[in-house]
């Protein structure tokens, strides 16, 4: 029997100032910082090259996020921030609970400065989105009405990937065309025709 994991528990960042990330998380997105924790002198666990974490959520789970600063003698303040491109972590997304909200959060981000990489819609999800970098240069994606997978497995057809004027963007429209394309593929399915 192969073992299934239940849900994705949470993401790990290194980060150069560990107030700085918490207070960024926790002004846009509202997560909330749960505990603040130094490790040990004797090298153990984490510990072995972390120094310090703090672990913030956005729910009753005790930390989506952990946040940490690595020992000086294992990364020292002068190293580069997060690459632009390179292996290990790509993105971190986060999902918005209306259309209203990612249009604000985008609005706040942009007005204060916060660097905005693109906007987009379609591709695999499906979902309106838009792009940003943490303090790190971590890039984060926030979206709102990401797609989801039907009884029999399979996605559903989407949009060619393009970039969005997220704040002009009809969402009542998107809506609309959505549950249309759903109405039509369950009438196929009662008609015994896929459509």
């Known amino acids: 029997m192969q073992v299934k994991v239940t849900k994705l528990g949470h993401i790990g960042l ?15 997105l509202g997560m909330r ?74 609005t706040q981000m942009r007005d204060d400065g916060v660097e905005i990489v693109n906007c987009r819609k379609g591709g695999p999800g499906n979902q309106p989105r838009f792009y940003a970098r943490d303090p790190d240069g971590n890039l984060l994606e926030f979206y709102w009405g990401i797609d989801k997978v039907g009884w029999d497995g399979a996605p559903r057809v989407y949009d060619p990937i393009e970039e969005i004027d997220l704040l002009a963007f009809d969402f009542d429209a998107y809506v609309n065309t959505r549950e249309e394309d759903s109405r039509k593929a369950r009438a196929g399915l009662t008609s015994g025709v896929r459509q």
């Open 33 to 106: 910082l749960t505990e603040k924790f130094e490790y040990p002198e004797e090298k153990i666990g984490h510990g072995v090259a972390v120094a310090a974490g703090a672990f913030v959520r956005c729910d009753v789970t005790h930390h989506e996020l952990s946040i940490f600063r690595m020992r000086k003698d294992i990364l020292p303040d002068d190293a580069p921030n997060a690459p632009r491109f390179g292996f290990g972590l790509h993105h971190i997304a986060f999902e918005l609970g209306s259309p209203e909200d990612l249009k604000s959060l985008y």
């Open 14 to 28: 290194t980060v150069r100032d560990i107030d700085r990330s918490v207070a960024f998380y926790e002004r846009y």
